[in-house]
């Protein structure tokens, strides 16, 4: 079955208290991005990557960290949280970034 | 700069009767234009995605919506509600630029009244 799959779907930590929340896609797309969803505002992008070791900003960076060592992947790093980055948060893949992406169920993430 | 509106927060309508759910977009360059539904405690679904061919785009569940480059709108729209549309629905805009961005609109829940 095609699939995003992000893991942990719920996370309360506390600040300062590096974490991950994993990504991984078994459609081989190319077009991997992050988002934050905050009410009021939609979603947010984070960060994106266009391919394997091209990784780019989005609207919101700041605070987070992404790498993309292999296409399957993409794992969104708070290396120091703070609660300002308590949110619900999805990964989505896609073929290319303008065409239709593929979400994950979503990661409700505390800082406490 | 690109942006991408919705018009209404919220749309309340009654079970049988027409939906129309607004999105206006700004952009320079040429845009992909897509729906997506999010059901509550759920992940996001694609409706519908207008990419330069037809200007009448037909989604899953009823749904259409229209591109409209003179008005710079993509509304979404089904003739008749049903209790299982209620959700919140997303205007989201890819630009081929450079930049590779995907901008979503701040969303819009529908209610639907019995």
């Known amino acids: 079955e095609a699939q995003v799959t992000q893991n942990p779907r719920y996370l309360i930590t506390v600040t300062g208290k590096k974490l991950t929340v994993t990504c991984s896609q078994n459609m081989n797309h190319e077009y991997m991005s992050w988002y934050r969803q905050d009410p009021g505002l939609g979603l947010r992008q984070i960060y994106y990557?266009?391919?394997?070791?091209?990784?780019d900003k989005g609207d919101v960076p700041e605070g987070y960290k992404v790498s993309r060592k292999e296409k399957r992947n993409f794992p969104l790093i708070l290396e120091s949280p703070s609660p300002n980055q308590t949110s619900l948060y999805f990964c989505a893949s896609s073929l290319q970034e303008n065409t239709e992406a593929f979400f994950g169920q979503g990661t409700r993430l505390t800082v406490v | 700069a690109q942006s991408v509106t919705q018009l209404d927060s919220h749309v309340s309508v009654s079970e049988g009767t027409p939906v129309l759910l607004r999105c206006n977009y700004s952009s320079s360059y040429s845009p992909s234009l897509f729906w997506y539904v999010q059901h509550p405690n759920k992940g996001l679904q694609l409706l519908l995605k207008?990419?330069?061919?037809?200007?009448l785009v037909k989604g899953i569940n009823g749904f259409e919506a229209e591109f409209k480059k003179s008005e710079t709108s993509f509304h979404l729209t089904k003739p008749s509600a049903h209790m299982s549309d209620a959700a919140e629905y997303f205007c989201v805009v890819s630009f081929y630029s450079s930049a590779s961005k995907i901008i979503f609109g701040s969303g819009t829940r529908l209610s639907i009244r019995p």
């Open positions: 207008y990419t330069s061919a037809a200007t």
């Open positions: 990557s266009m391919n394997v070791e091209a990784t």
